[in-house]
């Protein structure tokens, strides 16, 4: 009768266990994904340039919580006549169970084969919500909103 | 005359010729011991056949026996053929100094091959089309050996027996590339000719020509001949970047042929020739075409071509009773090398090392029956097979990396970041060029004649069947690095490799209707032409270039728009097809006032279909490749007169075409109603030769030669708007002819006339290649 009831303790135990690791698996896991949508660049003079289908990659690093963003062919201003490829490494991220909240301050995004100081990412701050990324930031002396579409 | 009653004379001549090379052999600083040991070649040569003291031959007896060559595809008298044509015999083309296919420009009606570039050039234009690069429209036969490879199209004549030019596509009998006609020559056979011949020739621009032969007819069934011959010139145009002569030239080359008749009715030859060329070339000279003004020869880097070429020939026959079957085997091998500053100026953009290897076999099996018959009949079998290995290297050196590649780039990128720029840590770095093409075909074909009454009814067809591919492997290694961003250079490697294949399946007929007249005949006929298709292997520096710039920004995750891109960035893009023309001709060949005067003449019409153009891609582009134009038509006439009466021969021929686009868009304008470029609309060649005989105790006889040649109007380019006038050359001679002896001065373009041979553009710049100035010599043959 003891081995049972110590059977049935140990069974109780670990069901309660199984319970604990599915409320922690509900929240919502970062993968890598490439998201697609609209940048809004404040051109400090009263406009906005805007760029339609600009593709953003998202990658998780191991062994943290931050990820890479790959920005693919943005330009920030219609006087650009060259588009880049941008990397923003070290967004730190939260997950919650219903979105992934993305933060970043003082952070040397990498283009053109190297650093590029004159264009420090401050203010990231953005959310990863039902897999739509929207975040904004200053690059440089740059503010700019980045929403994808579903 | 015996060779023994002439050696103080022989003598004499020999050491002659050796003052005559000692004289310029202090002032010629370049090949000169290349020089000393070909003429000493050749006077060793000399003395051996000296010692062998064959019988000499008299040839005044042997004129007409030479000239008579009965080829093995056609009747041997091509002026009974419904066909036009040109027939030069040994004296023809002695006399009239043809040393090259090239000489034969207007005397045949329609044929014109420029002078420009190098001997790997060859350009040839018949009838207003033509081809620059790869395919030609001519077919060369020597002794019955297809040529297959066009590189070796210009070569020196020496001892040629009978050239023979057949104009019209003669793709049913010979096969591809005859879309313009054939051209066979006929080297001298030791069976018709026995003797020592001798020549030395000294002309402006230091420019020597020797030839010493033999040939020996040891019995009826066997002779055998060797000869050589060597040539050089200092050259005619100025590089003034570099103060030195630009289109300097040696040649040299061996033959030895051998005959073996073991009855009457088999005879086997064998005919082995080498060749050997190393020259300059390319006097091209930049104009501008906004001042009109054309610049001098200035570029830094050297141009140079070699080549030598091998060739091996065996010409079986039998003679049935009623029938001839022939059977021609041939191989042939060229190593040529061109090395060229690709942009002709004096700054350093690119060069281009083209180095190829070709080895080819063919198999020619002919059975046609004895002329006369009221059918007459002939079939055969051909099959070829080529391999060629080619490296061609293009080196991009500073300019050509500053220019471009980096103004390209930079350019882009200055737009956004004033100071910054991407940089090439090479000063020069090359461009890896392989390819491996084999090419093989066969075919068969067939062609029946009915003499019915003053009719002849002809029909032929021919199957051809061919096949290539092209093997492609082509790389580059760069280390860049964006000064904003990159403090230390970054190696990036473009690689671009593959293979493609082109097959082609080819009906070609023919048909034909002749009219005998008393004097005469007059035909009409329709044939086919066919020219292969094929890989353009000089456009892929810029498909690479392309790539590697598109390599660069993907490295840089940079996309500039419309940087990096070409019209031709794939190896299946630069592929081309085959140009297909319908030739519609009626012509007359007439024998008038007591057969005094021989008068011949055609007219036609060509359609052509998928025809190849030679084009350059937009902008700063490094290469060129063949394209296929539209449609393309011809209507033209020719002319050739000949009247010998007494001592007196005078010559006259006349051609004229009238080439236009038909359909011909190159994405960017239309061409339509243009005329085509490179061909001349007019050529004319007039000649007059004039006998004196006179006391024997001095000079046995002198000839006087005049001739008169006119080319043009020739456009340069696809919309007309460059051209060349109708240019005029003068050349005469005087021979003073004593015994075995004749000394000749000549000179060449007597007027000093100025004209283009040639234009084209390279990195978006304009450039020509001026004709030879005046010229004049001395020539001194030994016939024993």
């Known amino acids: 009768m003891k081995i049972v009831l110590l059977t049935a303790l140990v069974v109780a135990a670990f069901v309660s266990c199984e319970k604990d690791e599915d409320q922690k698996e509900a929240v919502v896991e970062v993968v890598s994904e490439t998201y697609v949508g609209s940048l809004s660049v404040n051109q400090n003079d009263g406009t906005f340039f805007t760029l339609d289908s600009v593709s953003v990659e998202v990658n998780p690093t191991d062994g943290d919580s931050t990820l890479n963003m790959i920005m693919r062919g943005v330009k920030f201003s219609s006087r650009m006549p060259v588009s880049l490829d941008m990397t923003v490494n070290g967004i730190a991220y939260t997950s919650t169970t219903t979105n992934v909240s993305l933060s970043g301050n003082n952070i040397i995004p990498i283009a053109m084969g190297g650093e590029f100081p004159d264009y420090t990412i401050t203010n990231y701050v953005g959310t990863i919500t039902d897999g739509v990324l929207s975040f904004s930031m200053v690059c440089g002396k740059y503010p700019l909103t980045f929403t994808s579409t579903k | ?784």
């Open chain 2, 1 to 784: 005359m015996r060779v023994d009653s002439h050696f103080e004379a022989f003598t004499f001549a020999v050491l002659s010729i050796a003052i005559l090379l000692n004289l310029f052999r202090s002032q010629n600083s370049k090949c000169n011991n290349l020089k000393i040991s070909g003429v000493s070649l050749l006077f060793a040569v000399l003395s051996v056949l000296f010692l062998a003291k064959s019988e000499p031959a008299d040839t005044s007896k042997l004129l007409k026996v030479i000239d008579v060559v009965a080829p093995i595809k056609q009747n041997a008298d091509a002026r009974v053929q419904p066909v036009s044509s040109t027939t030069l015999g040994l004296f023809n083309l002695e006399e009239m100094r043809i040393h090259s296919v090239m000489d034969i420009s207007a005397i045949s009606p329609n044929f014109y091959q420029p002078d420009y570039g190098s001997k790997m050039t060859s350009s040839i234009y018949i009838r207003g089309f033509g081809s620059r690069i790869d395919q030609p429209v001519l077919g060369l036969n020597i002794d019955d050996l297809p040529c297959l490879n066009k590189n070796n199209y210009n070569f020196n004549f020496y001892d040629i027996r009978k050239v023979e030019l057949l104009r019209g596509p003669q793709g049913t009998l010979y096969g591809r590339n005859t879309i313009g006609g054939v051209m066979n020559i006929y080297t001298l056979s030791p069976m018709v000719y026995q003797g020592v011949r001798l020549s030395a020739e000294y002309g402006s621009a230091n420019s020597i020509r020797a030839k010493a032969s033999f040939y020996k007819k040891v019995s009826r069934k066997f002779g055998y001949s060797a000869g050589a011959f060597y040539a050089h010139t200092d050259g005619f145009f100025q590089n003034e970047f570099r103060n030195e002569k630009c289109d300097w030239g040696d040649d040299a080359g061996v033959r030895i042929r051998t005959s073996w008749h073991p009855t009457r009715k088999v005879s086997v030859e064998n005919i082995a020739s080498i060749g050997y060329t190393n020259e300059g070339g390319y006097a091209y000279s930049m104009f501008d075409n906004q001042t009109n003004v054309q610049n001098p020869v200035s570029y830094n880097d050297p141009c140079e071509y070699k080549r030598i070429n091998i060739s091996e020939g065996i010409v079986a026959k039998y003679s049935g009773d009623n029938f001839l079957l022939s059977s021609v085997t041939g191989y042939q091998f060229t190593n040529d090398r061109m090395s060229i500053d690709n942009d002709f100026t004096s700054e350093s953009f690119f060069t281009i090392i083209q180095h190829q290897k070709e080895h080819a076999l063919s198999q020619d099996f002919v059975l046609k029956s004895k002329e006369g018959k009221q059918w007459q009949w002939l079939a055969g079998a051909f099959g070829f097979m080529k391999h060629i290995d080619m490296n061609a290297p293009v080196t991009f050196k500073e300019d050509g990396i500053d220019e471009l590649i980096l103004e390209n780039a930079n350019g882009g990128i200055h737009t956004v970041f004033q100071d910054a720029d991407i940089m090439i840590e090479e000063n020069e770095f090359p461009i890896e060029s392989n390819f491996v093409v084999p090419t093989y075909g066969a075919a068969l074909y067939g062609q029946v004649s009915r003499n019915v009454g003053q009719f002849t009814l002809q029909i032929g067809a021919r199957l051809d069947y061919e096949s290539s591919s092209m093997s492609y492997n082509n790389s580059a290694l760069i280390h860049y690095r964006f000064t904003k961003t990159m403090p230390n250079y970054k190696a990036l490697t473009t690689v671009f490799k593959g293979k493609e294949r082109l097959s082609f399946l080819e009906f070609l007929p023919k048909a034909s209707l002749l009219y005998n007249l008393t004097n005469g005949n007059v035909y009409f006929s329709a044939a086919k032409g066919y020219k292969a298709g094929g890989f353009n292997t000089q456009i892929f520096s810029d498909i690479l270039q392309s790539k590697m710039m598109n390599n660069l920004m993907s490295d840089l995750g940079v996309h500039l728009d419309g940087v990096g891109s070409t019209t031709y960035n794939t190896a299946s893009a630069t592929t081309y097809k085959p140009e297909y023309s319908w030739n519609f001709e009626l012509g007359s060949h007439l024998m008038l006032i007591d057969n005094c005067l021989q008068l011949d003449w055609s007219a036609f019409l060509i359609n052509c279909n998928n025809q190849q153009l030679t084009v350059f891609p937009q902008g700063k582009s490094t290469g060129r490749m063949m394209s296929n134009a539209g449609k393309s038509r011809v209507v033209g006439g020719e002319v050739s007169a000949l009247y010998k009466f007494k001592e007196l021969t005078v010559g006259v021929n006349y051609g004229h075409t009238n080439a236009r686009f038909v359909e011909y868009n190159d994405g960017n304008n239309s061409y339509a109603g243009n005329f085509l470029p490179y061909a001349p609309q007019n050529t004319v060649s007039a000649n007059a030769a004039y006998k004196i005989h006179l006391n024997k105790k001095v000079i046995d006889r002198i000839v006087g030669a005049c001739a008169w040649q006119a080319i043009g109007m020739i456009y340069w380019n696809e919309d007309n708007t460059l051209s060349q006038p109708i240019y005029n050359l003068l050349s005469a001679s005087l021979s003073f002819q004593k015994s075995v002896f004749d000394l000749t001065l000549w000179g060449k373009n007597l007027t000093n006339e100025l004209y283009n041979t040639f234009y084209f553009k390279s990195i978006g710049n304009n450039f020509f290649s001026k004709g030879k100035p005046l010229q004049a010599g001395i020539t001194l043959t030994i016939n024993l």
